[in-house]
């Protein structure tokens, strides 16, 4: 069954700060590696998709990586602003409809 | 575009009445589609997906069903409700047949049973 670690579990930055989010997970055999980010009370959106053959992928000032044989990804989150207070989510898909299974989250502040 | 809609945002429903939570997805054919539930201080758990009309598979036992009448609807419902139904309920999409464009969530429904 597929384990998927968030750490840390809380994070509290500065603003300006560069910080780095990291996700494991027990199985290897998955189809991608999805990051989200929850607002308190909202949906998900969704920030990063990585493909299984890919390494990493790059949106604005967040970078992913994935490391599918070590079950390792990474979220950094470059010059980070108080907008990026939120929670963070990474999920990996595998199997029948690739199933998402969903870490537990890292909650995000960033302080002015 | 493809968009994916959720409603009702907000629900409050006595112990022992029935649940219909709606979902639909516009701008795409085929898709999967799934129920996810986040408990209060607990993660997103898998409730219910389906790869089809009519087909559906069920991740936990539970009080709650699905159905997918139509290629672009899944609904979730329950015939009586129990206090630890309360929680946030996402609908999600993915394509079907690939597992390289990740998923697509709704905006959610917060239901509290009291």
């Known amino acids: 069954k597929q384990e998927v670690t968030q750490i840390p579990a809380a994070l509290s930055v500065p603003e300006g700060e560069n910080l780095v989010l990291n996700c494991s997970f027990t199985?290897?055999?998955?189809?991608?590696l999805q990051w989200f980010r929850q607002d308190p009370g909202k949906g998900l959106t969704s920030l990063l998709l990585?493909?299984?053959?890919?390494r990493e992928q790059t949106s604005g000032r967040l970078n992913a990586s994935l490391d599918k044989s070590s079950g390792r990804s990474t979220l950094y989150i470059a010059a980070s602003q108080p907008g990026d207070s939120a929670t963070y989510l990474c999920a990996v898909g595998a199997g029948t409809a690739s199933k998402l299974t969903f870490g537990t989250g890292t909650r995000l502040q960033v302080t002015l | 575009s493809q968009t994916i809609h959720q409603w009702p945002a907000t629900l409050v429903q006595p112990v022992g009445s029935p649940l219909s939570l709606e979902c639909t997805v516009e701008?795409?054919?085929?898709?999967?589609l799934y129920w996810y539930r986040q408990a209060a201080g607990r993660g997103l758990q898998l409730l219910f997906y389906?790869?089809?009309?009519?087909?559906i598979s069920s991740e936990v036992p539970q009080n709650l069903s699905a159905s997918r009448p139509q290629d672009r609807q899944f609904i979730l419902s329950s015939k009586k409700l129990l206090l630890s139904d309360s929680g946030f309920y996402l609908c999600a999409w993915s394509v079907r047949y690939s597992g390289g464009e990740g998923y697509t969530f709704g905006s959610g429904t917060r239901l509290t049973v009291v």
């Open positions: 701008g795409t054919s085929n898709p999967n």
């Open positions: 990585i493909q299984s053959s890919q």
């Open positions: 199985d290897s055999a998955i189809y991608n």
């Open positions: 389906s790869v089809g009309i009519g087909q």
